[in-house]
């Protein structure tokens, strides 16, 4: 993992390598194409930032990915994918700790 920094806007891009796992293959396969005016790049999908945030949280229980967690959940995702993969990446118990 490693960050792009563009200090003229304050803008982060956080660059993270795929890993071989089905999980990762299937949340590579679900990034979402934007634009913004002329600059066009590939982003990781809400659920999926959701899923990353709890798998990186397991161990650390950092406030930050969780309350980040909290604030993306209240604002709606695909319920059922994020259930699925919640429990196949053992994060299920912590994902209800957050959502309540």
Known sequence: M?????????IQVDCIVRKQS??????FQRRQRIK???????????EDLILSKL??????????QLGDVKNL???GCDGD??????????VAN???EVAT
């Not at 490693?2 to 304050?10: A, D, G, R, Y």
């Not at 913004?36 to 999908?45: A, H, K, M």
């Open 94 to 96: 912590l994902c209800l």
């Open 55 to 64: 798998y990186w949280a397991k161990d650390s229980r950092s406030e930050t």
């Open 36 to 46: 913004i005016e002329d600059f066009e790049t590939w982003i990781v999908s809400k």
């Open 22 to 27: 089905q999980y990762r293959l299937t949340e």
């Open 73 to 75: 959940i209240s604002t």
């Open 2 to 10: 490693f960050n792009l920094i563009h200090n003229e806007s304050v």
């Open 81 to 90: 994918y994020v259930e699925r993969w919640t429990r196949q990446l053992d």
